[in-house]
């Protein structure tokens, strides 16, 4: 048994305070159960559209540029 198993396995018996066959019983029924079920539905990300956007994002990058510049200026100035 590999430890990382037994350490779930004997978690389980001190969490449940039933023994430990029973415990093994009931994961490996519960594990080979899975196999008979229907897979899940496959996922479908939800879309919306945002409109126009309200602010021209063009030169987005280069007006974080400037901001970035003027702050770190600003703190220089500062002594900081």
């Known amino acids: 048994m590999e430890p990382d198993v037994e350490r779930l ?7 449940r305070g039933v023994p430990f ?4 019983n009931d994961a490996l ?4 159960r899975t196999g008979d079920m229907a897979p899940p539905a496959p996922f479908v990300q939800r879309v919306f559209d945002g409109g126009v956007p309200l ?4 030169k987005a990058g280069q007006l ?3 901001l970035e510049d003027q702050a770190l ?3 220089l100035a500062r002594g900081g």
């Open 73 to 75: 200026a600003a703190k």
């Open 64 to 66: 974080a540029a400037e």
């Open 29 to 32: 029924r519960r594990g080979l």
């Open 9 to 15: 396995l004997q978690r389980a018996v001190r969490e």
């Open 55 to 58: 602010v021209d994002l063009t």
């Open 21 to 24: 066959k029973r415990v093994v």
